[in-house]
């Protein structure tokens, strides 16, 4: 009977144990841009879309693709290939447009591929600073390891105010 209660507490401790381990946990969406690793917060997320027709808009920057109309709502596309690599997006059927909300706000990025949700400790995420090197510069929120992959985390509000300026 001793050994039925120990295991039995030692249960309800492990289940508390990761209950309060779930806190420290972000989850984010993974996508691959020219095989680099990409992350967007997930309770960022509206939907992921197959690709549909994008309606091409004059006089806006190269990256925008254009517009969509998702049930009568206008959703400007984002290329990011384009905005990190500077070479135009090749739309495959693995492709996909992952929608996202900020602020209540919806645009769309085209990305090469979706992969998976992924739920990393947040001890495991670096947050960058301002003197971050690369093309993707103020576009890149924090840097996280998962398995074999580092994943860059997109800060989706600079995203937004890049777009937003164009209009």
């Known amino acids: 009977m001793d050994q039925e209660k120990l295991l039995t507490s030692l249960a309800e401790k492990t289940k508390m144990e990761q209950e309060s381990d779930l806190g420290d946990l972000e989850q984010f969406l993974t996508f691959t841009i020219e095989k680099e690793f990409f ?9 992921i879309l197959k690709p549909v027709l994008i ?10 693709l254009g517009v969509i109309n998702l049930r009568g709502e206008i959703i400007p596309i984002v290329d990011l290939k384009k905005r990190f690599h500077n070479t135009d997006s090749d739309i495959y059927p693995i ?9 209540e706000k919806r645009i769309g990025v085209l990305v090469d591929e979706v ?3 992924v739920k990393i400790q947040k001890d495991f995420i670096s947050y960058t600073t301002d003197d971050l090197s690369l093309n993707y510069s103020k576009m890149v929120e924090s840097v996280s390891r998962y398995e074999d992959h580092l994943i860059l985390n997109l800060d989706l509000e600079q995203i937004v105010n890049f777009v937003s300026t164009t209009k």
């Open 55 to 64: 309606t091409r808009i004059p006089n806006v920057e190269d990256y925008i």
């Open 39 to 47: 992350g967007i917060r997930l309770l960022l997320v509206h939907e």
């Open 115 to 117: 992969k998976q949700v």
């Open 95 to 103: 492709s996909r447009i992952v929608v996202v909300m900020l602020e």
